[in-house]
């Protein structure tokens, strides 16, 4: 039986190369072609804007978290509070409410307290208005001022009305409340753009001071009357 000259292998499969026993030709590098699929691959260059772009953006987070904490660290140590506000005396004059119509005149003494030992404050702005219940009956500016450092400032105001026109409901329900309690409860609101400054630092805030429930005795017959108790706190925000 003849043999053939050029056996395949057992398996079927053709050879790796067209003939057989020879090997495929060296590259310039001394390795078969595609040995190292990547050999020739050459990575794209960066953009170069794209580049400066992010290290702006990393620039720019990283200022903006140095100045966070160092701000975070002046603010823990000065440790700014909002003023402490007393009613020390409220009176009522010329109180009257007939035919829908509310005259009367109200003399208020307040009591400022800078409560911060490294900021001073300066009050501008200051409204202060005279309600009951959630209606407000008058309303005046304060005069600007300031105070240093757990300065105590006395403030005194008036709030007037005459012949203004209210609601029904309101008039009779002041006129209950005299009858029955001898006494009348207002409320005072005040709203003012207060500056905190501690060297060249500044910083504005709004800040609101509820008086609730400040009675003043004005029975039915009277048209005059004084803050019932002693002074009271007011709450600030």
Not at 68 to 83: D, E, N
Request: aromatic content about 12%.
């Amino acid at each position: 039986m003849q043999q053939d000259p050029n056996p395949r292998p057992a398996t079927g499969y053709p050879y790796p190369y067209p003939y057989p026993n020879q090997q495929p030709p060296a590259s310039a590098n001394g390795y078969p072609p595609h040995a190292y699929p990547y050999q020739n691959y050459h990575a794209p260059h960066p953009d170069p804007r794209a580049l400066l772009i992010r290290r702006l953006f990393i620039a720019l987070m990283v200022s903006i978290l140095f100045f966070g904490l160092i701000l975070f660290i002046f603010l823990l140590v000065v440790r700014p509070q909002l003023p402490t506000v007393y009613i020390t005396s409220l009176s009522v004059s010329d109180f009257n409410v007939s035919n829908n119509q509310l005259t009367g005149s109200w003399d208020l003494r307040l009591q400022f307290l800078n409560p911060n030992s490294k900021m001073s404050l300066y009050y501008d702005t200051v409204l202060c208005a005279v309600y009951y219940g959630d209606d407000s009956l008058s309303e005046t500016r304060l005069q600007p001022f300031d105070q240093g450092t757990k300065d105590q400032t006395p403030i005194n105001a008036t709030l007037s009305v005459s012949g203004t026109y209210v609601e029904g409901k309101l008039a009779d329900s002041i006129g209950k409340e005299r009858a029955e309690k001898g006494s009348v409860e207002f409320e005072l609101r005040m709203v003012s753009v207060v500056s905190f400054r501690y060297g060249v630092y500044r910083r504005r805030r709004y800040v609101r001071v509820y008086c609730d429930d400040v009675a003043v005795g004005v029975t039915g017959s009277s048209s005059s009357g004084k803050m019932v108790g002693s002074g009271k706190r007011c709450n600030s925000y």
